[in-house]
């Protein structure tokens, strides 16, 4: 997929393409923002996922999906690269965001990189 963003809109982190119900995202990690930004095919943004590194640890505190792109699986592909990225630099999460710790029941195959002490009871 091509680049995102026009002049001024440097992308630092690494990129990822998500397709999920016919429509395409590719979610970014911008740290100097501390979030992921998820865009669609025509660089509009979709939705965010914030989040606070400290140290081996990241808390990601907040997801919002802009009301156009509800339902389309954006607040899905956020939570897929957050962990993905998580785990590709080695760190402990705290899911501060209610939408991630639903979506993290869903996965346990992401279950060890969450912190013990905020794990949910089953």
Not at 13 to 24: A, Q
Not at 66 to 89: I, T, W, Y
Request: hydrophobic fraction near 35%; charge should be positive; include cysteine.
């Amino acid at each position: 997929m091509k680049a995102r963003g026009g002049p001024g809109r440097a992308r630092t982190g690494p990129k990822r393409s998500w397709l999920d119900g016919g429509v395409s995202f590719t979610v970014t990690d911008v740290p100097e923002k501390e979030r992921f930004e998820a865009h669609d095919d025509e660089g509009a943004l979709a939705g965010v996922l914030t989040y606070q590194v400290t140290g081996g640890i990241v808390a990601y505190t907040h997801t919002k999906v802009d009301p156009g792109f509800e339902e389309q699986g954006v607040g899905s592909a956020l939570a897929k690269a957050a962990m993905e990225d998580a785990r590709a630099k080695n760190r402990t999460v705290v899911p501060i965001c209610p939408f991630l710790s639903g979506w993290l029941d869903k996965h346990p195959e992401y279950e060890k990189l969450v912190a013990r002490s905020t794990r949910r009871v089953k």
